[in-house]
T-cell receptor, first 114, second 111 residues
Framework: KAGVTQTPRYLIKTRGQQVTLSCSPI?????VSWYQQTPGQGLQFLFE???????NKGNFPGRFSGRQFSNSRSEMNVSTLELGDSALYLC?????????????FGSGTRLTVV | ELKVEQNPLFLSMQEGKNYTIYCNYS?????LYWYRQDPGKSLESLFV?????AVKQEGRLMASLDTKARLSTLHITAAVHDLSATYFC???????????FGEGTQLTVNP
């Protein structure tokens, strides 16, 4: 069965631009979470969507936003990019966002802001 | 605020040796996860620990959970080079479907 698919894999953007990242969860999974991974801050939770509703949000500025579609695919958007937004962005897929089925991570999108 | 601390952060060991990675967390939590990450790659799920006293084993890795001590351990038995990776523990509370990760332990197994 197909895993969690994130696109694109790599992205280079200029400061001030905006970017949209995509995550397609495992078929049948309804929860998608997003994490940012940087060498300095480690892995940090951005937000989680379940059935098109944001259920939880981390401590990131409003420049970071997301949404989920009826087919459970999710997108996250970062506006007015800053150099510090350079990171590996991971999404995690879960059947219902609980422990019972765990979380499966995608391969990530590596964003470089120059 | 939930905090998760791992130690050591860096571990260099010889093949065939045993070692333990520790994961401490600050508040009561419901689930603890262990993940492995290879350089430039995503997170691979290793174990999910759901209750006090839970112990799970897969190959040369064994994880345990002590909720009273707020401590989980990942024990490596007779290490082999293929185990070289970064290992993360992550804790989840029922109040939200979010994982709080430790800093990661970078393990290098030398021949």
């Amino acid at each position: 069965k197909a895993g969690v698919t994130q696109t694109p894999r790599y992205l280079i953007k200029t400061r001030g631009q905006q970017v949209t990242l995509s995550c397609s969860p495992i078929s049948g999974h309804r929860s998608v979470s997003w994490y940012q991974q940087t060498p300095g801050q480690g892995l940090q939770f951005l937000f989680e969507y379940f059935s098109e509703t944001q259920r939880n949000k981390g401590n990131f500025p409003g420049r970071f936003s997301g949404r989920q579609f009826s087919n459970s695919r999710s997108e996250m958007n970062v506006s007015t990019l800053e150099l510090g937004d350079s990171a590996l962005y991971l999404c995690a897929s879960s059947f219902d966002g609980t422990h019972k089925y765990g979380y499966t991570f995608g391969s990530g999108t590596r964003l470089t802001v120059v | 605020e939930l905090k998760v601390e791992q130690n050591p952060l860096f571990l260099s060991m010889q093949e065939g040796k045993n070692y333990t990675i520790y994961c401490n967390y600050s508040t009561t939590s419901d689930r603890l996860y262990w993940y492995r990450q290879d350089p430039g790659k995503s997170l691979e799920s290793l174990f999910v620990l759901l209750s006090n006293g839970a112990v799970k084993q897969e190959g040369r890795l064994m994880a345990s959970l002590d909720t009273k001590a707020r401590l989980s351990t990942l024990h490596i038995t007779a290490a082999v080079h293929d185990l070289s990776a970064t290992y993360f523990c992550a804790v989840e509370k029922t109040s939200g479907s979010r994982l709080t990760f430790g800093e990661g332990t970078q393990l290098t197994v030398n021949p």
